[in-house]
């Protein structure tokens, strides 16, 4: 019996900004995944995606060769772009309300959704995983699932960068049984991806405590 080994088709909702930016670089030459279709913004729609980036890549690699020539599709055309993909990265630059909405239209259309957003963070029947420590939390697909409607779709989503970043140090100490866990942060100056060139008046200005992040965690 033959065996398949096609790589999966990747949409990215997003493309064109920080967040969709990375994804891209880290999906070059990936062994399991391809690229093929990227999407925007109604002012990036029918450009290149070079075009539509212009100088704005922010990546420390060039960008590959294997998506400049890409045409950057409307991110709201959802059954145009999820024709095309077998699931999609999801990294767009909406309102909550908005990034709720649309990734439970791309959801509808049976395509997988992986978000990098916060909106479905607080969604109860949205896993929010990092696999190595809580794949079992994927179980709850099934009750979004039948919320949904839908038999092959569904959204899950990462946690924010803080959370990732220490919980599997404790998921080690689990055994150990400690009573209380003091964990410290320190952010970068912008999620969105600013530099202190494009943010000049962040340069010497100290924000010791960013509301909401507690909560988070």
Not at 55 to 71: A, C, E, Q, S, Y
Not at 131 to 146: G, L, S, T, W, Y
Not at 184 to 206: D, L, V
Request: with cysteine.
């Amino acid at each position: 019996m033959a065996i398949k080994n096609e790589k999966l088709k990747v949409g990215i909702l997003g493309a064109t900004g920080m967040v969709g930016q990375r994804f891209i670089a880290l999906l070059e030459n990936h062994p399991w995944f391809e690229v093929t279709t990227l999407a925007a913004s109604e002012r990036s729609a029918g450009k290149t995606y070079e075009e539509a980036v212009g100088n704005r890549w922010k990546m420390d690699t060039p960008m590959p060769n294997g998506v400049k020539r890409l045409r950057v599709l409307n991110v709201a055309d959802v059954e145009l772009v999820a024709s095309s993909v077998d699931f999609v990265f999801s990294a767009v630059d909406m309102t909550k309300d908005e990034i709720k909405r649309i990734e439970e239209e791309y959801a509808k259309t049976e395509t997988p959704v992986v978000s990098n957003n916060s909106a479905h963070r607080w969604t109860k029947d949205v896993p929010m995983v990092v696999p190595e420590i809580n794949d079992d939390h994927f179980e709850i697909i099934k009750a979004q699932r039948e919320r949904l409607g839908i038999t092959k779709g569904f959204i899950a989503v990462k946690p924010n960068c803080s959370i990732q970043s220490y919980t599997p140090a404790l998921a080690a100490w689990k055994e150990f049984e400690p009573t209380e866990v003091v964990a410290t942060t320190y952010q970068a100056i912008s999620g969105a991806g600013k530099t202190f060139k494009e943010w000049p008046e962040m340069i010497g200005n100290i924000i010791p405590f960013i509301g909401g992040e507690e909560e988070k965690s």
